[in-house]
């Protein structure tokens, strides 16, 4: 029984975030008419009036991000040419980026290198524990267990350094740029600012569940190391 108590809590601690991130972001993304413009409209009218120069804003099929190598804000089409708070709420969290990249935030470049790096740490890892037994088999001298454990590891250990500088990130692109914006802008009417809140929070934590997901496959490596 307490096995399955256990695996209930693993499936909240890794599903649980995703799915109120997506609930919130369904449940007020109902358009409204009385909204002056689309997240789109609000993201350009951002960038040129914070004076983020050389910033664009484009409609992507691949998630609401902004991509600090080509400088431009990505909105999914529904955010893009929507008029809900969702849209609104994620249009600002989006440009938070652009203005901590403006600001030369040194947290957002750190990810901006980390993230390749992390990638290819992962991909040599995984490609050498492909490739371990056939070393074996022609050298025939098996590879130490821990050797293999440390090459699937690597990869792990990198993503996680990418969660522990993301994190923080994407909480200031909500709460340190998007928030103060939207509030002394006056783009969101006082009666909804405590929804905006909710949203921009799930906005920040967008990245949990990835996280989670990497902390429970750190530590079940790491106990299978520690068995040896």
Same mark, same amino acid.
């Given at each position: 029984?307490?096995?399955?108590?256990?695996?209930?809590?693993?499936?909240?601690?890794?599903?649980?975030?995703?799915?109120?991130?997506?609930?919130?972001?369904?449940?007020?993304?109902?358009?409204?008419?009385?909204?002056?413009?689309?997240?789109?409209?609000?993201?350009?009218?951002?960038?040129?009036?914070?004076?983020?120069?050389?910033?664009?804003?484009?409609?992507?099929?691949?998630?609401?991000?902004?991509?600090?190598?080509?400088?431009?804000?990505?909105?999914?089409?529904?955010?893009?040419?929507?008029?809900?708070?969702?849209?609104?709420?994620?249009?600002?969290?989006?440009?938070?980026?652009?203005?901590?990249?403006? &600001?030369?935030?040194?947290?957002? =470049?750190?990810?901006?290198? !980390?993230?390749?790096? $992390?990638?290819?740490? +992962?991909? %040599?890892?995984?490609?050498?524990?492909?490739?371990?037994?056939?070393?074996?088999?022609?050298?025939?001298?098996?590879?130490?267990?821990?050797v293999l454990?440390?090459?699937?590891?690597?990869?792990?250990?990198?993503?996680?350094?990418?969660?522990?500088?993301?994190?923080?990130?994407?909480?200031?692109?909500?709460?340190?740029?998007?928030?103060?914006?939207?509030?002394?802008?006056?783009?969101?009417?006082?009666?909804?600012? &405590?929804?905006?809140?909710?949203? =921009?929070?799930?906005?920040? !934590?967008?990245?949990? $569940?990835?996280?989670? +997901?990497? %902390?429970?496959n750190l530590?079940?490596?790491?106990?299978?190391?520690?068995?040896?």
């Open positions: 029984m307490s096995w399955v108590l256990g695996l209930g809590v693993l499936v909240v601690l890794v599903f649980g975030p995703t799915l109120w991130v997506r609930w919130v972001m369904v449940r007020h993304g109902e358009e409204l008419p009385n909204m002056p413009g689309t997240g789109g409209e609000l993201a350009e009218h951002l960038v040129s009036s914070l004076g983020l120069s050389g910033v664009g804003v484009e409609v992507t099929e691949f998630g609401d991000h902004y991509d600090p190598l080509e400088r431009k804000v990505r909105l999914t089409e529904d955010k893009f040419n929507g008029k809900s708070l969702t849209a609104i709420a994620v249009a600002a969290h989006e440009v938070g980026h652009a203005m901590q990249h403006h &600001q030369g935030d040194v947290r957002l =470049l750190v990810r901006t290198k !980390l993230v390749p790096l $992390a990638d290819r740490v +992962a991909r %040599v890892g995984s490609a050498f524990m492909w490739a371990a037994p056939v070393i074996g088999i022609l050298t025939r001298h098996p590879m130490p267990f821990w454990v440390l090459a699937g590891l690597s990869g792990l250990i990198m993503r996680m350094l990418v969660h522990l500088v993301t994190l923080p990130i994407e909480w200031d692109a909500s709460f340190g740029k998007a928030l103060p914006v939207l509030t002394a802008g006056n783009y969101v009417p006082q009666r909804e600012r &405590q929804v905006v809140k909710k949203i =921009l929070r799930a906005a920040a !934590l967008t990245y949990v $569940a990835a996280a989670m +997901a990497d %902390v429970l530590a079940r490596w790491t106990t299978i190391l520690l068995r040896r």
